[in-house]
Nanobody
Framework: VQLQASGGGLVQTGGSLRLSCEVS???????????IGWIRQAPGKDREWVSC??????????DYADSVKGRFTISRDNIQNTVFLSMTMLKPEDTAVYYC????????????????????WGQGTQVTVSS
């Protein structure tokens, strides 16, 4: 399993970015049970779970950390086998390296907001929000 994150950059407060996580090794459809998560790490801080999307079992599920709820949207494209994180109303406190990660289970079967529950990780992409 490989995950490739991209789309980071420098943006002003209130701006928007869309991150992409290209997945290889399994398919983003209902045949493969898995969860794709976005986790971020700000300088000097622990990794923080941001959002995840689960496919398989009863269908599509998503969830968000309280700090990003209403501003970030996670989605997937089965044809591109890619998961997206659309970020709006960005704040300086959103500045971090953003990682995408995969767990080989659906959201209702594990603690998806615990970063150590994810089995596979991609490299990070830097998001910097200037004030």
């Amino acid at each position: 399993v490989q995950l490739q994150a991209s789309g980071g950059g420098l943006v002003q407060t209130g701006g928007s970015l869309r991150l992409s996580c290209e997945v290889s090794g399994f398919s983003l459809d209902y045949q493969d049970y898995h969860t794709i998560g976005w986790i971020r790490q700000a300088p000097g801080k622990d990794r923080e779970w941001v959002s995840c999307i689960s496919v398989g079992g009863v269908g599509l599920s998503t969830d968000y950390a309280d700090s990003v709820k209403g501003r970030f949207t996670i989605s997937r494209d089965n044809i591109q086998n890619t998961v997206f994180l659309s970020m709006t109303m960005l704040k300086p406190e959103d500045t971090a390296v953003y990682y995408c990660a995969a767990a080989e289970d659906v959201m209702d079967s594990f603690d998806y907001n615990r970063v150590d529950e994810y089995d596979h990780w991609g490299q990070g992409t830097q998001v910097t929000v200037s004030s």
